[in-house]
């Protein structure tokens, strides 16, 4: 599971930087650019929620040792 979350974070810092790459800082609300912004919002999500995910199973863990 841990190297299934890290492809997935790998992928959505991926798609940051891409989107980063479509935006254009002269009229940044209109056309493409908005879709990039959404897409950087939503790529910013899934990275928090993987990392909440993988900081709960860690947690899991330790709680199961003991």
């Known amino acids: 599971m841990k190297i299934f ?7 959505a810092l991926a798609l940051i930087i891409f989107n980063i790459t479509l ?3 002269n009229h940044l ?14 790529s910013f ?3 928090f929620i993987l990392l909440i995910f993988r900081m709960s199973k860690m947690i899991d863990e330790k709680t199961k040792n003991k």
Not at 29 to 42: K, N, P, Q, R, Y
Request: hydrophobic fraction near 65%.
């Open 45 to 47: 999500c899934a990275v």
């Open 29 to 42: 609300f209109e056309g493409d650019s908005m879709v990039a912004l959404i897409g950087i919002a939503s």
């Open 23 to 25: 935006l254009d800082f």
């Open 5 to 11: 979350t890290s492809v997935l974070v790998i992928l």
